[in-house]
């Protein structure tokens, strides 16, 4: 079966530290990547997605960066967190229907 | 770009009432597609509407889609407390490789 990991969970940075957040897939290959962010109680805004290694759609122009080193991992980074950054950050994936996305359980970043 | 405005932004409901979530896009529906999520964690798949006037139902929670006024809605019958949760509409955002994601609505609901 699939298994989607995030990690941190949790996240409390200050204002200008870097940030790396990981997201692993097991159990399926070449899948569709994507990273949102969800402010609190509010919806999804995409802000990046993968199509396949090293292939990284922006949506959102940002201090924040995405890669794809492996297949079934997506790396979110920013060199320098603004407080803005904050929020609830969701990792996906899917194949086959763009739809049917599973989502990791998250990671809670608080800039300080 | 499409958005996806839903109303209310937030609802308080008693246990046993019923309530609607509505979700209005700003262009042409082609599908569309609702979630729930609770506080804290990822996404769970609801259903999928892809025709006009199309309705699906799962246990208490009913949607439709209205093609014509580029809105879908979501109507939960007699809420329970399991019902609590973010409730988020989505479409397809382009491409086929991607959703554009409603503003989102918490529902609580109250013993």
């Known amino acids: 079966s699939q298994t989607i990991h995030q990690w941190p969970a949790t996240l409390v940075q200050p204002v200008g530290s870097p940030l790396s957040l990981e997201c692993t897939v097991e159990?399926?290959?070449?899948?569709?990547l994507y990273w949102y962010r969800q402010a609190a109680g509010r919806g999804l805004q995409l802000l990046f997605y993968s199509v396949g290694i090293g292939q990284i759609s922006s949506e959102v122009p940002q201090n924040l960066s995405a890669s794809r080193p492996q297949d079934r991992q997506f790396i979110l980074s920013s060199k320098k967190l603004l407080l803005s950054d904050s929020g609830f950050y969701l990792c996906a994936w899917s194949v086959g229907f763009v739809y049917e996305q599973y989502f990791g359980p998250g990671t809670r970043l608080t800039v300080t | 770009s499409q958005e996806l405005e839903q109303s209310p932004q937030s609802l308080i409901v008693q246990e046993g009432k019923n309530l609607t979530i509505n979700c209005t896009s700003s262009k042409t529906l082609y599908g569309l597609y609702w979630y729930k999520q609770k506080y804290g964690e990822g996404l769970i798949f609801l259903m999928m509407?892809?025709?006009?006037?199309e309705e699906k139902s799962h246990e208490k929670i009913t949607a439709k889609l209205d093609e014509k006024k580029q809105q879908s809605s979501l109507h939960i019958t007699a809420s329970q407390p399991s019902h609590a949760g973010i409730y988020l509409c989505?479409?397809?955002?382009?491409?086929?490789?991607?959703?554009?994601f409603g503003t989102g609505t918490q529902l609580k609901v109250e013993l």
């Open positions: 989505g479409a397809d955002g382009g491409g086929g490789n991607k959703l554009t």
């Open positions: 159990g399926t290959s070449n899948p569709n």
């Open positions: 509407l892809q025709k006009g006037g």
